[in-house]
């Protein structure tokens, strides 16, 4: 019998682009800044205390699952997964981990970040990519500043002025 722990999942042969940005990841600039864009333009995984559906409220009203940030025991992270199957992974091995994985584009997940927190994509796990607070305070900060300027454009006239 195959222990289902050794078993091949689908983003193992067919790795997602944000997977395989990670998995290439080194210490030079190049590879973090595609590992950051990569993810920016990904569908990511989340866990959360409730079903969100496509409901972008119901979204920002769940409260997600955060991980410390290592030995940083005070250091809130939010958990970010690059597949389903990463976040069921953690969720199965983790027994106080929020108990619904809900698919998101990753700038829903970036509007998440609590204040002062960062974000783990893969806690736990191999490969993955650590975004430190104050990093992800300007992604969330630019996200906000996107969504508003979408919402306005939406609420103007098209012979209105931009």
């Known amino acids: 019998m195959t222990d289902s722990s050794n078993k091949e999942t689908d983003t193992d042969l067919n790795p997602t682009d944000l997977e395989s940005a990670l998995a290439a990841l080194t210490e030079e600039l190049p590879t973090r800044e595609r590992a950051l864009i990569e993810f920016v333009q990904a569908r990511v995984w989340l866990l959360a205390d409730r079903e969100t559906g496509a409901d972008?409220?119901?979204?920002?009203?769940?409260?997600?699952?955060?991980?410390?940030?290592?030995?940083?025991?005070?250091?809130?992270?939010?958990?970010v997964f690059s597949t389903e199957t990463r976040a069921i992974q953690y969720q199965r091995a983790h027994e106080h981990a929020q108990p619904h994985v809900i698919a998101v584009e990753a700038p829903f997940a970036i509007l998440c970040v609590p204040e002062r927190a960062g974000i783990i994509i893969n806690p736990n796990q191999s490969p993955a990519f650590r975004i430190g607070p104050e990093a992800a305070q300007m992604l969330r900060n630019e996200m906000n500043k996107l969504q508003k300027r979408s919402q306005d454009g939406a609420t103007r006239t098209p012979h209105e002025p931009a």
Request: proline share 8%.
């Open 56 to 79: 972008p409220a119901a979204l920002t009203n769940a409260r997600m699952g955060l991980v410390s940030d290592g030995p940083n025991l005070n250091q809130a992270m939010l958990a």
